[in-house]
């Protein structure tokens, strides 16, 4: 009884004992096998308060209860999972040093002192409401015919590849969620962590079983499931765009390879025109002899308009730098890549602003077609290779 009340925080019946632990002290204290482990009732009780003397334990009473119900009500305003609240009812026993009472006893109150604080929750969030936010939250369990209108089911689905589609659609999905304005704002008094096990109990549940939840609890949990919904749709943007951008470099880096290729043929052709002239130059003593020569293997080859555009082609393509190839593979996105940033709330990390400002410079200019800009942001944050592309003045004072 002892050492199973060590193990155990409570007195178990003698017959649920291991027999190998039955065993090990019949052989210490040398009995017999035929000694039963069960004692008589009057010895088991004087054994229990003998061992509750000894380990200066409590039977479970009312201030015991009440400890376990504040330890667990204070736990409720952050955690909501019942076994986690059983875990700190047990462990609030064992630091008071209290008997364990039947596990259907601290099941019980956990789960009423849950429900109590719950329903308190959700009145307050409840009554936080404007009548345009519960007409919003009541339409989500409506089938609206209007395609564009948000509901349970379209708040549950999930975003799938980082095509033009996917990114307009989320976008579409984004711009009805924020409709509602900040989930945020009305949870502020709930705890993250409940908030999360709020909007995934919500995603359990069809629109049939929200109607059988009472209205303060049925909005709170779609207010956290809208919330949720938010933050993973502006997520699932970051990552779609992250991706897109990253995609459109890779086609950069395959068109320069393939540049590269393509153009081969023509740097023999160019080299095999150099070394005609380099001969000929050898050959050749007389200057004006030379240059006649020289204006003949031109002429020959082309001309020299045609050859300059080779050596242009060429000299553009001859180097790793593939940033001006991206643009072609970029303007098919360029006015869900606007959208995206513009609903998206961009920080800065640091004190450094000068990329915020340049976002915004360029979405203040979205609409203007001319090829230049006015020189009015500070470019200090891109790379030379970035500068030498979108910055004439850097490019000129760079060469």
């Known amino acids: 009884m002892l050492k199973t009340f060590q193990c155990l925080g ?9 027999g190998a632990i039955v065993n090990h002290i019949r052989d210490y204290l040398k009995l017999g096998k035929n000694h039963s482990a069960i004692v008589p009732l009057r010895s088991s009780r004087r054994y229990k308060e003998v061992i509750r003397k000894y380990l200066a334990v409590s039977i479970y009473d009312k201030r015991g209860q009440k400890l376990m119900a504040i330890a667990v009500a204070n736990a409720a305003n952050f955690r909501d999972h019942p076994a986690d609240l059983v ?3 047990i462990e609030e026993l ?10 259907s006893t601290i099941d019980r109150l956990v789960l009423h002192i849950r429900e109590v604080i719950n329903s308190r929750l959700f009145k307050r969030v409840a009554r936080s409401l404007s009548p345009s936010e519960i007409a919003y939250l009541d339409s989500l369990l409506t089938n609206n015919p209007d395609f564009e209108a ?14 033009l589609s996917q990114i307009k659609a989320l976008l579409a999905k984004f711009s009805n969620l924020m409709n509602f304005g900040d989930a945020k704002r009305l949870l502020s008094n709930i705890p993250n962590t409940k908030i999360i096990y709020f909007a995934a109990y919500a995603r359990t549940l069809d629109a049939a079983e929200f109607q059988d939840i009472q209205l303060p609890k049925r909005r709170t949990l779609l207010l956290c499931l809208l ?3 938010q933050v993973k749709a502006r997520d699932y943007l970051i990552e779609m765009f992250l991706k897109r951008i990253a995609h459109i470099h890779n086609r950069g880096k395959e068109k320069l390879v393939e540049l590269r290729e393509r153009h081969r043929a023509a740097t023999a052709a160019l080299l095999e025109v150099l070394g005609e002239i380099i001969e000929a130059s050898d050959e050749i003593k007389d200057e ?5 020569q020289i204006q003949d293997l031109i002429a020959t080859h082309g001309g020299s308009e045609k050859l300059r555009s080779q050596c242009a082609e060429i000299t553009a393509y001859n180097s790793d730098n593939y940033l001006p190839l991206l643009y072609q593979f970029y303007s098919h996105y360029r006015a869900a890549l606007f959208e995206l940033v513009e609903n998206l709330d961009i920080r800065s990390t640091t004190q450094d602003q000068s990329l915020i400002f ?11 077609r001319g090829r230049w800009l006015p020189p009015s942001v500070d470019l200090s944050f891109a790379s030379n290779v970035w500068r030498k592309l979108i910055d004439r003045s850097f490019a000129l004072t760079e060469f």
Request: glycine share 4%; with cysteine; charged share 25%.
């Open 227 to 229: 919330y949720r919904s």
């Open 94 to 103: 064992v630091k008071e040093r209290y008997e364990l009472p039947g596990f």
């Open 87 to 89: 875990n700190i009812a």
């Open 358 to 368: 340049a976002v915004k410079f360029l979405l203040s200019n979205k609409q203007r």
């Open 288 to 292: 004006t002899a030379l240059g006649r």
């Open 150 to 163: 948000i509901n349970l089911n379209k708040i549950k689905q999930l975003p799938k590849k980082a095509t």
């Open 10 to 18: 409570y007195f178990c019946h003698p017959e649920v004992i291991p």
